[in-house]
C-alpha cells in the first residue's frame, strides 16, 4: 500500500497510487470518515484487527463499474440458476455448508481477527450459520413448491395453482457484528430460492464475507460464476448496490442507514427487507425465577460485548423480586472482562465511534439519576469497555430511548406488571422482547410489541432456521429465516387454465346469453345470505 486516502474505525482505504500518509498501526482509534472513499478506481480496503490496530487483510475495493458489472455477471448468470432442480441448488448449499464447518477452525481465528468477538463465539456463529444453511436446504423444496388454488364457484371449468418464481438479483448489505450469520441470514435464503446474489458486507468485516462466499466457490467448482459475488467497499457503494437495478435489497445494519436505503430504493421501486437496530428489553415478573432471568440477561446484555441487534439492552423487573434478581445479575457478572485473550468473555468494540455512543449513553445514566451497580464512566476505555449495569435511570434518557449497541444494560423497577409492559412497549424499537414468568410467561409475552418474544429464554430464536426474524417500527420490517424468510426472495405467480368450456353458460364474454346472471344470482343467493 502506498499511501492512504482516508481512514474509517477499524478500516483503511487507500487509493493504490495515492502519496502521502502511513498506514494505520495501533495506537488510539481513528476518527470515522465520510463514506464516500473507496469508491475510486484503483482502491484497496484494510480491515484492521480492532483489539490493536493491526492490518488483518487487504481487499480489493469495488467501483461505481464494478459493481453494475457484478449486478450484471448475476443477472446473466440467474436464469440457468434458477432452471436448476430445487434439490440442485439445495446440494450446492450442503456442499458449501459442509465446506465451512470441516474448516471452521480457520474460520473461527478469521472472524476473531477481524470482528474482535472470541474464538468460542466465533465458532458458535458458524455453528448457528450452518444450522441456518441446512434448515434452508432441507426445506426450500416443500416451502416454495407451486400450490394448487380452488378456482371458486364462478371459475368451476377452470384450475389454477400459485408458483413461486425468484425474483432476478438480490443486493445483500450486511453490518460487522456478526460479519458471518447476519449475511448468511439472506444469502442462503435467496440462493436456495433460485435467485443470485451480490454481497456487500460491512467495510469493517470484509474479509470474512471474502472468505464465505470464496467457500461457496471452492465448495462448488463445478458451478458457473455470479451466482453468488461479492462487492467490497463502505457506504458509498452499498449505495450503489442499491442504485445498480437488483430486485430486491436485504439490510441489516442500523435504522439510519435503513431509512437512506429505503428512500434510495424508491427511486427504482426496488423493494427491501430491513433488519435493523433494537432496544430490547426483558421483564422480569414477580414469580421470575431470579437466578435464571439473571443468567440470560448476564449473557443477553453482554455477548458480543452487546453489540448484538437482538442484545438485551433494557430490564423491567417487579419490586417483590429485584433485589434477588441484581443480586444474582452482580453475581453472574462477577469476574466477567472484555479482551483480546481466550479466556476473555467478550472483545474490542469492533467500531470504534460505537464507543462514543456507549460513553455518552453512560453520561446520560449517571444524569438521569442512574445508579452504576456494575461498572460507570470509568468502564469506557479506547478500545475495550468493562461491563456497565444502571439502576432507575429516567425512562427519558438517551440510555433508555436510543440503542446503545455496547456492553450496558439499563434496570428499571416497577411495581406493577401493567407498568413494565408499558415501559417495556414503550420504544421506537421493536426487535424482539423476553418474559421471565413461572406462570404468565405466555399471557405476558402476547402482551409485547416485537417481531419476536421470548419466554424464560432470550435470544434462542436466532438460532432457529424455522423461526422467522425481524423487526416492527423502527427495527425494520420483513423477515429472515423460516418459510417466511423463504418467501422474501420470491413472488407469487397465479397460473389460471380454462379445463373445458361451458357453452352457453359463460360469464366472461361479451355474448352472455340471457338466462347466466339469472342463475349466477341464484346460486350466489344460497352461498350468500
Ligand atoms: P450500518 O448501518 O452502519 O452499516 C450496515 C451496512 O450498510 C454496511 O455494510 C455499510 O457499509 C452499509 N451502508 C452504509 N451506508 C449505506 C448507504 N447509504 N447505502 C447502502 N449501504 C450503506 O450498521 P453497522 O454499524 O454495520 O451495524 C450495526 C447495526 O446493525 C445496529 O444498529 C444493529 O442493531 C443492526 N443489526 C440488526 C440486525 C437485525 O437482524 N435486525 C442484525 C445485526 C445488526
Not at 476518527?31 to 490496530?53: C, E, F, I, K, Y
Not at 458457473?224 to 463502505?234: K, M, T
Request: proline content about 6%.
Amino acid at each position: 500500500m502506498t499511501g492512504i486516502t482516508g481512514l474509517a474505525n477499524g478500516v483503511e482505504v487507500s487509493a493504490a497510487n495515492a502519496a502521502g500518509a502511513s498506514p494505520l498501526e495501533g495506537g488510539p482509534a481513528p476518527d470515522r470518515q465520510g463514506d464516500t472513499v473507496g469508491s475510486s478506481p484503483n482502491s484497496v480496503l484494510n480491515s484492521l484487527n480492532p483489539a490493536d490496530g493491526a492490518v488483518v487483510a487487504t481487499l480489493d475495493a469495488d467501483d461505481v463499474s464494478s459493481v453494475r458489472a457484478k449486478v450484471a455477471r448475476g443477472r446473466q448468470t440467474q436464469p440457468w440458476w434458477a432452471g436448476q432442480e430445487p434439490s440442485a441448488r439445495a446440494a450446492a448449499l450442503g456442499a458449501w455448508r459442509r465446506h465451512i464447518w470441516a474448516r471452521h477452525a480457520e474460520l473461527a481465528d478469521l472472524i476473531h481477527a477481524e470482528n474482535g468477538k472470541p474464538i468460542d463465539d466465533a465458532i458458535i456463529e458458524i455453528a448457528l450459520t450452518v444450522e441456518h444453511l441446512q434448515w434452508a436446504e432441507t426445506h426450500a423444496k416443500k416451502a416454495l413448491a407451486s400450490r394448487k388454488l380452488n378456482p371458486g364457484a364462478l371459475f368451476a371449468n377452470h384450475s389454477a395453482r400459485v408458483e413461486y418464481v425468484p425474483l432476478g438479483v438480490v443486493g445483500v448489505i450486511s453490518p460487522w457484528n456478526y460479519p458471518l450469520y447476519a449475511p448468511n441470514s439472506g444469502v442462503s435464503a435467496a440462493l436456495v430460492a433460485g435467485n443470485t446474489v451480490v454481497l456487500k458486507p460491512s467495510e469493517y468485516t470484509p474479509a470474512v464475507a471474502r472468505w464465505y462466499v470464496d467457500a461457496f466457490a471452492r465448495a462448488n467448482p463445478q458451478l458457473p460464476p455470479g451466482i453468488l459475488q461479492i462487492v467490497v467497499g463502505d457506504g458509498a457503494i452499498g449505495a450503489e448496490v442499491t442504485r445498480a437495478g437488483v430486485d430486491k435489497i436485504v439490510f441489516t445494519g442500523s435504522t439510519a442507514t435503513g431509512r437512506r436505503i429505503m428512500a434510495q430504493a424508491a427511486e427504482t421501486l426496488t423493494p427491501v427487507l430491513l433488519e435493523c437496530g433494537g432496544k430490547d428489553p426483558v421483564i422480569v415478573a414477580a414469580d421470575a425465577d431470579p437466578a435464571a432471568a439473571a443468567r440470560a440477561v448476564a449473557w443477553g446484555a453482554f455477548t458480543n460485548g452487546g453489540q448484538t441487534c437482538v442484545g438485551v439492552e433494557r430490564v423491567y423487573v417487579l419490586r417483590e423480586v429485584r433485589d434477588r434478581f441484581i443480586d444474582a445479575l452482580l453475581h453472574e457478572l462477577k469476574g466477567i472482562r472484555p479482551g483480546a485473550g481466550r479466556g476473555a468473555a467478550y472483545g474490542a468494540m469492533t467500531m470504534p465511534s460505537q464507543v462514543d455512543v456507549v460513553r455518552r449513553h453512560v453520561e446520560a445514566a449517571g444524569a438521569a439519576g442512574g445508579t452504576f451497580l456494575v461498572g460507570g464512566p470509568e468502564s469506557v476505555g479506547e478500545r475495550f469497555i468493562e461491563p456497565i449495569v444502571v439502576l432507575d435511570a429516567d425512562e427519558d434518557s438517551a440510555c433508555v430511548r436510543e440503542e446503545t449497541f455496547g456492553p450496558m444494560v439499563t434496570i428499571k423497577t416497577v411495581d406493577t406488571l401493567d407498568e413494565a409492559v408499558a415501559l417495556a412497549n414503550d420504544s421506537d424499537y421493536a426487535l424482539s422482547a423476553s418474559v421471565f414468568s413461572r406462570r404468565s410467561g405466555d399471557a405476558i409475552a402476547a402482551r409485547l410489541r416485537a417481531g419476536q418474544v421470548s419466554i424464560n429464554t432470550v435470544i434462542a430464536f436466532a438460532g432457529m432456521g424455522s423461526a422467522p426474524m425481524g423487526g416492527v417500527g423502527g427495527s425494520g420490517f420483513g423477515r429472515v429465516h423460516g418459510v417466511d424468510g423463504l418467501h422474501e426472495f420470491v413472488r407469487p405467480r397465479s397460473t389460471v387454465k380454462q379445463d373445458f368450456g361451458v357453452p352457453g353458460f359463460d360469464l366472461i364474454t361479451l355474448r352472455r346469453a340471457s338466462h347466466v346472471l339469472p342463475l349466477m344470482k341464484r346460486v350466489l343467493a344460497k352461498r350468500h345470505s
